[in-house]
């Protein structure tokens, strides 16, 4: 079974400064679907980034890129110019890619971000 | 086109009571996934459906959890003989298909109390 990890339970940064947060998996398998999400307190899951395992260049979108070590299976991200809306809980998630599995997400247990001005 | 809904959003139910919790996916998607986020934690995964069948449930614990997904109408999580330890955030999520490729948009959730 696959298993997700994000052993920071919370974290802080200034406004416009940038911070990273980690997230390592366990899988035997070599195909697969990694995602940030993010769930401010509004409590609405909203997909931040995705990377699929098989591209070695890694995901960015706009302020939000990762850092995809795919042996190391580390798969953190980064926010840049960090601003105060982007308080929220981030969760790192795992998906299979075999055909036939189930599509079913594992998530980790998530990271509380602070953003102070 | 509106977003994944779930109803209600809030569900305070005394230990014993039945809870019923409704999904609708979004337009054009016959895939619906349930996951729990009990207090501090992540999501886990409960079951997946398609129209009329379910496809995976080894996330659903065995007795008193059921979920359908009808070929009209909402899917349906339905916990029989509620307990404190079912107190969590219950969300569905839709998508197209089961390909990768396909996002998983999420409801809203709901938050199921047991007094």
């Known amino acids: 079974a696959q298993t997700v990890t994000q052993s920071q339970p919370e974290m802080s940064v200034q406004e416009a400064e940038t911070v990273t947060l980690s997230c390592t998996y366990d899988?035997?398998?070599?195909?697969?679907?990694l995602f940030w999400y993010k769930q401010p307190p509004s409590r609405q899951m909203i997909l931040v980034i995705r990377?699929?395992?098989?591209?070695?260049q890694n995901a960015t979108e706009n302020r939000f890129s990762v850092n995809f070590q795919k042996a190391a299976k580390s798969f953190s991200l980064k926010i840049s110019d960090s601003q105060l809306g982007d308080a929220a809980m981030y969760f790192c998630?795992?998906?299979?890619?075999?055909?036939?599995?189930?599509?079913?997400?594992?998530f980790g247990t998530g990271t509380r971000l602070q953003v102070t001005l | 086109n509106a977003g994944v809904m779930q109803n209600p959003r809030h569900l305070v139910r005394r230990r014993g009571q039945e809870a019923r919790l409704r999904c609708s996916p979004m337009?054009?998607?016959?895939?619906v996934y349930w996951y729990r986020q009990l207090p501090e934690e992540g999501l886990k995964f409960m079951v997946y459906?398609?129209?009329?069948?379910?496809?995976?449930e080894s996330g659903m614990p065995k007795e008193r959890f059921s979920a359908e997904f009808p070929k009209e109408g909402p899917s349906i999580l339905r916990i029989q003989q509620v307990v404190r330890g079912d107190s969590a955030a219950y969300f569905c999520a839709s998508s197209p298909s089961a390909g990768w490729y396909n996002e998983q948009f999420f409801g809203p959730g709901t938050r199921l109390t047991v007094l």
């Open positions: 899988t035997s398998e070599s195909d697969y679907y």
């Open positions: 459906l398609q129209k009329e069948n379910i496809i995976d």
């Open positions: 998630a795992y998906r299979s890619a075999r055909t036939g599995t189930a599509s079913k997400l594992t």
């Open positions: 990377q699929e395992a098989y591209k070695q």
């Open positions: 337009k054009g998607h016959s895939h």
